[in-house]
Antibody, heavy 112, light 108 residues
């Protein structure tokens, strides 16, 4: 059974860096495309980016200058870093394997 | 980027009725790589349909997807109480992947 679990700070200060980890179990990292998606409270879904073990990585142009997604195959983990955050980055952040499997999501609030 | 517009914004129906949800793309979706998701409050989205018309594993056959090019439809043949939720379409044929704004299906 494929399971994904996001983890990281729930509160980040404006202008600082948001860092999240997604731990994968029940699947090999080289099986899927690994996505990060976010959802501001009460709003719709926004695709952040995708990575693959082959090295291919693509980002949403609206976030590209601030975001980095990477894989740690030895730990079966996917990571997200978003720099220079503002209140507009407050959202539930999800990791997903293709679109098939999703983590439960983690709420990150940007506030001083 | 491809903009997806879902309609209606809200659909009010009763259990047992048929629900039809629409997703229109601003340009043709490559390979008809369009998915439908269901999301309930406090939960992650659940994949229902991929490649426009293929049901994901474990999805009841009352859910069906159709369409091609720029116009896609999700049909729920007979609504069950657990089907009342928000539904999103997503295209993954062109980068960046994009989502529609969602259709809320609520109980009449």
């Amino acid at each position: 059974q494929v399971q994904l679990q996001e983890s990281g700070p729930g509160l980040v200060k404006p202008s600082e860096t948001l860092s999240l980890t997604c731990t994968v179990s029940g699947a090999s990292i080289n099986t899927y495309y690994w996505n990060w998606i976010r959802q501001p409270p009460g709003k719709g879904l926004e695709w952040i980016g995708v990575t693959h073990y082959s090295g291919t990585t693509n980002y949403n142009p609206s976030l590209k200058s601030r975001v980095t997604i990477s894989l740690d195959m030895s730990k079966s983990q996917l990571s997200l870093k978003l720099i220079s955050v503002s209140a507009a980055d407050t959202a539930v952040y999800y990791c997903a394997a293709n679109g098939d499997y999703w983590g439960q999501g983690t709420l990150v609030t940007v506030s001083s | 980027e491809i903009v997806l517009t879902q309609s209606p914004g809200t659909l009010s129906l009763s259990p047992g009725e048929r629900g039809t949800l629409f997703c229109r793309a601003s340009q043709s979706v490559s390979n008809n790589y369009l998915s439908w998701y269901q999301q309930k409050p406090g939960q992650a989205p659940r994949l229902l349909i991929y490649a426009a018309s293929t049901r994901a594993t474990g999805i009841p056959d009352r859910f069906s997807g159709s369409g091609s090019g720029t116009d896609f439809t999700l049909t729920i043949s007979r609504l069950e109480p657990e089907d009342f939720a928000v539904y999103y379409c997503q295209q993954y044929g062109s980068l960046p992947c994009t989502f529609g704004q969602g259709t809320k299906l609520d109980i009449k």
